[in-house]
């Protein structure tokens, strides 16, 4: 069973960073992909950023490119989201998810496991 903890959200001013980090545990498999996703209130759920662990390859949305870098630690199962220069647009649930496909997709039903969500709130 894969499962996948998130951590490290909190309030922060505008232009501030953080580092979202997600553990994940239970893969059977070397072929898969994390994504980090995102939801404010009232809105749909975003595609954020996406690492696929075979080849690293990666890919974010226009809204975070330039300020938001994805990597992962395969020796502690861990995905990292790096957000700089933080808008409060940016503020919402950010989640990660498991998809079992090797490439890089944002679609949110090509994920089969979700985490449990962490708040970022971007706020003077």
């Known amino acids: 069973q894969v499962q996948l903890v998130e951590s490290g959200g909190g309030l922060v001013q505008p232009g501030g960073s953080l580092r979202l980090s997600c553990a994940a545990s239970g893969f059977t498999s070397d072929y898969y992909g994390i994504g980090w996703f995102r939801q404010a209130p009232g809105k749909e759920r975003e595609g954020v950023s996406c690492i ?11 809204s975070v490119k330039g300020r938001f870098t994805i990597s992962g630690d395969s020796a502690k199962n861990t995905v990292y989201l790096q957000m700089n220069s933080l808008k409060p647009e940016d503020t919402a649930v950010y989640y990660c998810a498991h998809t079992p496909l090797a490439t890089a997709t944002m679609t949110p039903w090509d994920y089969d496991y979700w985490g449990q969500g962490t708040q970022v709130t971007v706020s003077s």
């Not at 696929?52 to 226009?62: C, E, K, L, P, R």
């Open 52 to 62: 696929v662990n075979s080849d690293g390859s990666t890919y974010y949305a226009n």
